[in-house]
T-cell receptor, first 115, second 117 residues
Framework: AQSVTQLDSHVSVSEGTPVLLRCNYS??????LFWYVQHPNKGLQLLLK??????LVKGINGFEAEFKKSETSFHLTKPSAHMSDAAEYFC?????????????FGTGTRLQVTL | KAGVTQTPRYLIKTRGQQVTLSCSPI?????VSWYQQTPGQGLQFLFE???????NKGNFPGRFSGRQFSNSRSEMNVSTLELGDSALYLC????????????????FGAGSRLTVL
C-alpha cells in the first residue's frame, strides 16, 4: 500500500525568496517519487523524479527535492521564486517500476508568488 | 519531438449526450493512461492501455470506456453524460510496459475540458 500527503494546500512566497513545498509519503516497498507542476488550464509537467539513485534530485527550472527515507519525506525546494512559478504542484508516489495505474497523486499545493 | 496531443481542448455537452476524447501519445510511447481531474476529487485514474490492451481500469462506471489503436493513439468515450462528469480529462503516455524502466514516468497532454450542462 502507498499514500502521499502534501502538507500545505496553499503556499504564498514573495518573488526572490525560497520555496518549500512539503510532501510525506508511505510505501510498503521502495518507491519512485515525482513532483509535477500544473499551470492554469494546462496538463501536468514533470519537474523531477527520484528512482533510487541519488537522494538529492535536481529538476527543471531550478527546483530540487531530497529523498529522506528516515523521515519519509520528499520536499520540493527552490532557492529563489519567480513569478512564473505560480502554479499547482503535485507530489506523486509509485512502486519502483510501477505503471500508471499504480501512481498515487497528492492533493496538490497551490503556490502563489507575490511581488 | 511532439508532445502528447489531446483533442478537443474544450467542449460543452448536455446531460444524456455522449462524448469522445482523443489522445495521441509521444512517438514511440506505447502506454497511454487517462485521468479525470476535478476540484473536489483531484486526479483520479480512469484506465491504462498498452499495445491495444486495457491493462488496468479505475473505479468508474461502465459509461466510461476507452480503446487504443495500433498506432498507440487512444480514445475515451463517456456515454449518457451527467453533470458530475464535468472535469478536465488528462491523457498521459509513457515508454515502457509493465515493470519496465520508465513505465511510471508520465508525459501529460494539456487536457480536454468537458462541461456538461
Amino acid at each position: 500500500a502507498q499514500s502521499v500527503t502534501q502538507l500545505d494546500s496553499h503556499v504564498s512566497v514573495s518573488e526572490g525568496t525560497p520555496v518549500l513545498l512539503r510532501c510525506n509519503y508511505s510505501s510498503s516497498y521502495s518507491p519512485s517519487l515525482f513532483w509535477y507542476v500544473q499551470h492554469p488550464n494546462k496538463g501536468l509537467q514533470l519537474l523531477l523524479k527520484y528512482t533510487s539513485a541519488a537522494t538529492l534530485v535536481k529538476g527543471i527550472n531550478g527546483f530540487e527535492a531530497e529523498f529522506k527515507k528516515s523521515e519519509t519525506s520528499f520536499h520540493l525546494t527552490k532557492p529563489s521564486a519567480h513569478m512564473s512559478d505560480a502554479a499547482e504542484y503535485f507530489c506523486v508516489v509509485s512502486p519502483f517500476r510501477g505503471t500508471a495505474s499504480k501512481l498515487t497523486f497528492g492533493t496538490g499545493t497551490r503556490l502563489q508568488v507575490t511581488l | 519531438k511532439a508532445g502528447v496531443t489531446q483533442t478537443p481542448r474544450y467542449l460543452i455537452k448536455t446531460r444524456g449526450q455522449q462524448v469522445t476524447l482523443s489522445c495521441s501519445p509521444i512517438s514511440g510511447h506505447r502506454s497511454v493512461s487517462w485521468y479525470q481531474q476535478t476540484p473536489g476529487q483531484g486526479l483520479q485514474f480512469l484506465f491504462e492501455y498498452f499495445s491495444e490492451t486495457q491493462r488496468n481500469k479505475g473505479n468508474f462506471p461502465g459509461r466510461f470506456s476507452g480503446r487504443q489503436f495500433s498506432n498507440s493513439r487512444s480514445e475515451m468515450n463517456v456515454s449518457t453524460l451527467e453533470l458530475g462528469d464535468s472535469a478536465l480529462y488528462l491523457c498521459a503516455s509513457s515508454f515502457g510496459g509493465a515493470h519496465a524502466s520508465g513505465a511510471n514516468v508520465l508525459t501529460f497532454g494539456a487536457g480536454s475540458r468537458l462541461t456538461v450542462l
